[in-house]
């Protein structure tokens, strides 16, 4: 199957700093990729979509100037937490599909940790 | 209004049998798709199987088999010979159009436990 690859798988910041997570679609272009916050024990909350060359889409309640997304190729697709804080740790994963593809491949996930 | 419905947060079973996770669905588009997903405790996100909304048959992937029931718009993942590497979490998710082109939405997951 394809791959996705996330990195990093964790990092530890202190507040006020920036994170950035990358995600890398490695033998398929990735024409849609998304991203995805996971709180302890629930499901996965879409958090926006982005196509490659074109500005994300964010779901509601989701702050854009908070979470950076940008998806500059179609093998690479980058969320920077901007300036983050305690409230901003949680699993952060991302996956890709590639056009027409019918099923989603997920990258590993960053656990963001923000002290 | 939730669009996949998945009643069972926690389910057991004896290492060798087989379980059904259920699963339902809410959409009005006649083209979709349906997914399960593994992610054990480590996080990755595993896809088993996948259902089209066109498929005449059921889908079946080794061990995992999809129990597809269009006009129930129920789509439950049985799994034969369960082992205790299958103990994890399973998501149910549908894909169907939307204005950006494909919209994934995810259930809110079943915890599966083997028992040896």
């Known amino acids: 199957g394809a791959v996705v690859s996330q990195h990093p798988s964790w990092v530890i910041c202190k507040s006020g700093t920036s994170v950035k997570i990358e995600c890398r679609s490695l033998?398929?272009?990735?024409?849609?990729m998304f991203w995805y916050r996971q709180f302890p024990k629930q499901s996965l909350m879409l958090m926006a979509t982005s196509n490659e060359g074109s500005k994300a889409t964010y779901e509601q309640g989701v702050e854009k100037d908070k979470f950076l997304i940008n998806h500059a190729s179609l093998t690479l697709s980058t969320l920077t937490v901007t300036s983050a804080h305690p409230e901003d740790s949680s699993f952060y994963i991302c996956?890709?599909?590639?056009?027409?593809?019918?099923?989603?491949?997920f990258g590993s996930g960053t656990q963001l940790s923000v002290l | 209004a939730q669009k996949i419905t998945q009643t069972q947060p926690g389910m057991f079973v004896q290492e060798k049998e087989a379980v059904t996770l259920d699963c339902t669905y809410d959409t009005s588009d006649p083209s979709y798709g349906l997914f399960w997903y593994k992610q054990p405790s480590s996080g990755e996100m595993i896809f088993l199987i996948y259902?089209?909304?066109?498929?005449?048959q059921n889908a079946t992937e080794g061990r995992y088999s999809l129990n597809f029931q269009k006009a129930r718009k129920s789509a439950n993942l049985v799994i034969s010979a369960s082992q205790l590497g299958d103990s994890a979490m399973y998501f149910c998710a549908m894909r169907e159009p939307d204005n950006y082109g494909q919209n994934f939405v995810f259930g809110p997951g079943t915890r599966l436990s083997v028992l040896p």
């Open positions: 259902q089209g909304s066109y498929d005449q």
């Open positions: 033998d398929f272009q990735a024409t849609t």
């Open positions: 996956s890709a599909s590639g056009q027409g593809a019918e099923k989603l491949f």
